[in-house]
């Protein structure tokens, strides 16, 4: 089931396993801008990640002198039973409730919830995360939309590049073949504002960046005026990821960080993670900007 909504110049779709963006379409041009999640790629399209980001070290976390085996990339993805909470003509908002069920997995008692909303040429993702237990509740937080690049046939992946607003300098964290962090940190970025796309720099999977200046990304082409920028000023870290000579990006915003591999893995000592209090709640965003030529 896809659940849709439209404003003047976009169709936004958001499929109900998971509440990814399944397409983001141009009512203009007819240019679909996200990828269309081809199985023997990569079968997903954007998925939300909560309450961890990437993967466990051995599959399994301790919370409390317990471990528990949080799936990758956590509770969201995968998952049909996000609610849809309200719909307006250009906004959906989901929620999924703490049951016996996620209990099993993450021993804390929650309420998530996503809204897409469409404001002219921006989709805003917000995400609100409420503490419904009597501990304080640790998570991680991001979002893995993926894509399409080129954004059109005459166009090849190399004409593509993103652009920093700053002048970067920068690593990246290496990740063994189980996506955990290897403890290796490689200089990648030096002085530049641009990052050019080729078919093979995800052959080391994920470019994972915890020290950018800059809280926006812009996808754009040297052939054409088409661009897609991604605003993450609530997400510190920010990932970089697609299947080596796939047809699509992944601009990912994050907060928090897979597991490293050389160490059992304990929940509450995990980077980057937001301790909730009792009670409290927690929110953040990023948006999608597209600019279209003409």
Known sequence: MTHTISNELFRLGIQQQGVEISSLKSLKTDTEYIWDAKPEIWGSHAPVLFPIIGALNNGATQIENALYAIPKHGLIRHNNNLELIAKTENSLEFQLLYSEETLALYPFKFAFTIKYQLEGSRLIVSHLVENRDEKTMPFALGGHPAFKCPFNAQEDYSDYYLEFTEAETASRWMLDDKGLLNGIRR????????????????????????????????????????????????????????????????????????????????????????????????????SIEITEAG
């Open 187 to 286: 200089p990648y970025l030096a002085a530049t504002k641009e990052l050019a796309l080729h078919s093979d720099m995800f052959h080391e999977d994920a470019l994972v960046f915890t020290d950018l200046k800059s809280r926006t990304v812009t996808l754009r082409s040297r052939k054409s005026q088409n661009s897609l920028k991604v605003s993450f000023a609530d997400f510190p870290y920010l990932g970089l990821w697609a299947k080596p000579n796939a047809n699509f990006i992944c601009i990912e915003p994050w907060q928090g960080l897979t597991d490293p591999n050389d160490r059992l893995s304990v929940f509450s000592e995990k980077m980057g993670l937001i301790h909730l209090p009792a009670s409290e709640s927690y929110r953040a965003e990023y």
